[in-house]
């Protein structure tokens, strides 16, 4: 049950509060509703729109659950839900529970925070074998998201093959390379950590097309692998230019790849699981019978910056492939899209259409850190105040409540989520902050 929408301030003879709608609870989402909070103050009623019943979204299920630290930002998403005119509207689905064009005709305006929930297909022979995901499914497999909990991961091969050179492919290399203790007091969905006990992956490849020196991972991510219990990281020498060049790379980027060097001088050691840098390698194709078994690579030689085959192929043993490539902004009816961008095209200001905007990954793709969504929100509203984004007198929250009553859409809020995230706590392994809720269904029973 929603909470009862508050008296709006009168302007003159009519009753007038400007009402925002913001779809998608993530970080883009919640960092507008705060822009949005600064520039009205209590002049504006603000719906958080989302498909769960959980907000947060990549806080939630993108974030490795042994960063918990970086977690901690859900607090201020709180602080910012539970300010006056604001509400979480769970439960509820653009396109099959409302259309944009009717947020349009109940919003002054309205902002698409949806995030790139979906993966960038690899695009070479092999790529639909069983085996080979996206690193948004995999990552929501082991965080528990709902849309990801029943995937299937086959963890029977000795060796898996990661593909990208970001943070994500290092993350995905790490949940594979620790134990089971060191994942057991993080909130690692219960099935993934079961899966990853019975796990006979030995060998973690992460590939990329180019060298340590254009690699992405930040000095943090990088310098966490020299320090699992179980795994070892490699590096060929080879693959680094003369280190006298690094001197030309910024201060984060010199850290990282000090980093890589001092792996590619450690010696061996006995522990069972290597983590293997595959820099200047390229996938061409997935083999094997029925599922994947091998991933082909084409090394690779800079030119102008530009990765460049040269014809020499290798044959990477592995069970499972995970692309860490890239992500795209689902389509929505009645919004231009872009497939060449993967999102919804937008002026630098995030303008759509007339009262429609996008923030977050929705506007700029899926690049830069939780903290960049920040100044997209603000950048948004301050587009909204150059447009003369105010009060119409249209419906707003009530109108949104009406229409979900008439379809029987029950939608959920914050109070229903602080039910949901008291049950986690009590569900919670040893040590553990939280189990999550999987199921919808489940949610919902504890929500409403």
């Given amino acids: 049950m929603l909470p009862a929408i508050a008296e709006p301030h009168r302007f003159g003879r009519r009753d007038l509060t400007l009402s925002i709608a913001i779809v998608g609870a993530g970080p883009a989402g919640y960092y507008t509703a705060e822009a949005t909070q600064k520039q009205w103050g209590n002049d504006v009623r603000i719906d958080i729109i989302d498909r769960l019943p959980t907000p947060y979204g990549l ?33 509820v689905m653009l396109g099959r529970d409302v259309s944009v064009e009717e947020l349009l005709g109940l919003y002054d305006a309205v902002v698409l925070s949806v ?12 790529d639909d074998l069983p085996g080979v995901i996206g690193s ?60 990853l006990a019975e796990s006979s992956v030995r060998d973690v490849h992460i590939i990329g097309r180019r060298g340590p020196h254009q690699a992405s991972f930040t000095t943090k991510e990088a310098g966490e692998l020299g320090h699992l219990v179980r795994a070892h990281p490699v590096v060929r020498p080879s693959d ?37 840098f595959e820099f ?5 194709a997935v083999e094997g019978h029925g599922k994947a078994e091998r991933l082909i690579v084409e090394t690779t030689r800079l030119e102008n910056g530009q990765a460049v085959g040269t014809g020499e192929l290798h044959a990477i043993p592995c069970g499972l492939v995970i692309a860490c490539i890239g992500y795209r902004t689902a389509e929505i009816p009645g919004v231009n899209w872009s497939d060449k961008l993967g999102r919804f095209p937008t002026d630098d200001a995030g303008r759509i259409a007339p009262a429609l905007y996008a923030s977050g990954w929705a506007r700029r793709g899926p ?37 979900l009553a008439t379809r029987g859409v029950k939608a959920s809020d914050f109070a229903g989520w602080q039910k949901i995230e008291a049950a986690e706590v009590a569900a919670a392994r040893a040590g553990a902050p939280r189990e999550k809720l999987v199921d919808v269904t489940k949610m919902l029973q504890i929500a409403l």
């Fill in 280 to 284: 200047f390698r390229r996938p061409v």
């Fill in 367 to 403: 690049s830069g850190t939780i903290g960049t969504n920040r100044p997209d929100g603000f950048s948004v509203v301050a587009a909204m105040v150059e447009d003369g984004i105010a009060a119409s007198g249209k419906a707003g929250p009530a109108g949104l409540d009406a229409l």
């Fill in 136 to 195: 948004a499914a995999f990552v929501g497999w082991y965080n528990g998201h709902p849309d990801h909990a029943g995937l299937n991961v086959d963890l029977s091969h000795h060796g898996a093959a990661i593909i990208g050179n970001g943070n994500v492919a290092i993350d995905c290399a790490r949940v594979l390379a620790k134990t089971v203790d060191e994942l057991s007091t993080t909130d690692i969905a219960d099935h993934a950590l079961k899966t």
């Fill in 240 to 276: 680094f230019p003369p280190e006298a060049e690094d001197a030309a790379l910024d201060p984060g980027q010199r850290k990282m790849v000090t980093h890589l060097r001092g792996f590619a001088g450690l010696p061996r050691g006995d522990k069972p699981v290597t983590i293997n």
């Fill in 59 to 91: 806080i939630r299920a993108g974030v490795a659950p042994d960063h918990q630290s970086i977690k901690a930002v859900t607090k201020r998403y709180e602080g910012t839900n539970l300010a006056p005119g604001t509400r979480l509207v769970g439960n």
């Fill in 115 to 126: 995030g790139a929930p979906h993966d960038k297909p690899i695009g070479i022979p092999g």
